[in-house]
């Protein structure tokens, strides 16, 4: 065992975070934690994973669940292919594993959703396997002991950190190291301002040594974020609304919407165009209702609603009359849930 692994395990011990899905007895809970986490901030999924638990406490009652449920259950946390590619991912559990989670980090990496990092982090974490991992956390901390200055993302990077996880993995004591280095990075060499005085390993750093912890880890060259502008209808009748299902593969795949479509030019010159065109409507704009805003990880929305009147009616499967009273049944992304809002 490498002094950094020993040193870094014995303050873990004594430090950890108290997180309801660490040492917890069940590794579907392991499983569960680790996808919610993927690109997600620990506080804001710890309410998400102990309502999850309720509503689907094994991987059994998540296989058999609607998967409007488990859209709904997951609204606000974002990357919803996470959840689909979890849903997908129990029923093969229970189909061809019995209901048993698979142990090893090739057959976790065989179901929906699941990478080398999360199934390293479920097999050392949840089965005691010896399997490096690598998050965001992690790369940070490796990128400041070892004062890696090849920029996030790189080809080089990458094998630098796998191939340093790989060096340092305490063999029978994995999993303990790949939470020490998470806490490490979340608790103590933070993205700004590190607090390198506290560290337990700080001996050991390069970075810190030279000075230059402040400029590791070598942040991703930024490409510019695309700015896109819609125009979405709101069609209200006899106290019921039109929304549209997205498709079940893409960004917010089976999510519900107001139907809506991308613009280049004046939203209301072009909004019964990209409704007909996307969703066979016939629609005439009544007045504009506001504009919503939302980022999303690589490009921007500005969204205006317009309150519409319906001309022509669609056969398409995807639509459905809903009522205004049940718009909170419907999974929804952030932009028609404030819509959804401001109807009730």
């Known amino acids: 065992m490498s002094r950094i692994a ?18 917890h007895p069940d590794p579907y809970a392991v ?3 680790e996808i919610m986490l993927q690109q997600t901030r620990v506080e804001t999924v710890i309410p998400y994973f102990e309502r999850w638990l309720v509503k689907f406490p094994t991987v059994v009652a998540l296989a058999v669940a609607n998967e409007l449920d488990v859209l709904k259950l997951w609204e606000g946390l974002g990357y919803y292919s996470r959840a689909r590619n979890l849903h997908m991912a129990a029923k093969v559990v229970v189909a061809e594993y019995g209901g ?25 974490m949840a089965f005691g396997r010896d399997a490096a991992a690598l998050d965001g956390n992690i790369r940070r901390v490796y990128s400041r002991i070892f004062n890696v200055d090849e920029p996030l993302g790189s080809t080089q990077a990458e094998k630098i950190f796998w191939d340093l996880a790989e060096i340092h993995l305490p063999y029978g004591d994995a999993g303990d190291y790949n939470q020490a280095l998470m806490d ?3 608790m103590v060499c933070t993205p700004r301002s590190p607090r390198c005085e506290e560290c337990p390993i700080s001996q050991h750093c390069e970075a810190y040594q030279l000075d230059l912890q402040e400029f590791r880890p070598v942040p991703k060259i930024k490409k510019a974020v695309p700015h896109h502008i819609q125009a979405a209808a709101v069609i209200v009748e006899k106290g019921r609304v039109l929304l549209a299902q ?15 479509g991308r613009i280049d030019g004046d939203p209301a010159e072009e909004l019964a165009g990209v409704i007909y065109a996307g969703y066979k409507l016939k629609v005439e704009s009544v007045d504009l209702l506001g504009e919503v805003h939302h980022a999303y990880t690589h490009f921007k929305v500005t969204e205006y609603i317009f309150r519409c009147e319906l001309i022509q009616l669609s056969e398409q499967k995807n639509l459905r009359w809903v009522g205004l009273d049940e718009l909170n049944d419907y999974p929804m992304g952030k932009i028609d849930r404030q819509i959804a809002k401001n109807l009730n």
């Open 6 to 23: 020993r040193e870094l395990l014995t303050w873990y011990r004594q430090n950890k975070r108290s997180l309801p899905w660490r040492d």
């Open 100 to 124: 048993e989670i698979p142990q090893t980090v090739a057959s976790l990496q065989k179901l929906p959703g699941i990478g080398r990092y999360t199934a390293a982090a479920v097999a050392s």
């Open 31 to 33: 499983w569960v934690s």
């Open 246 to 260: 997205r498709p079940s593969k893409g960004l917010l795949g089976g999510m519900w919407e107001f139907p809506n």
């Open 184 to 186: 490490l990075g979340a």
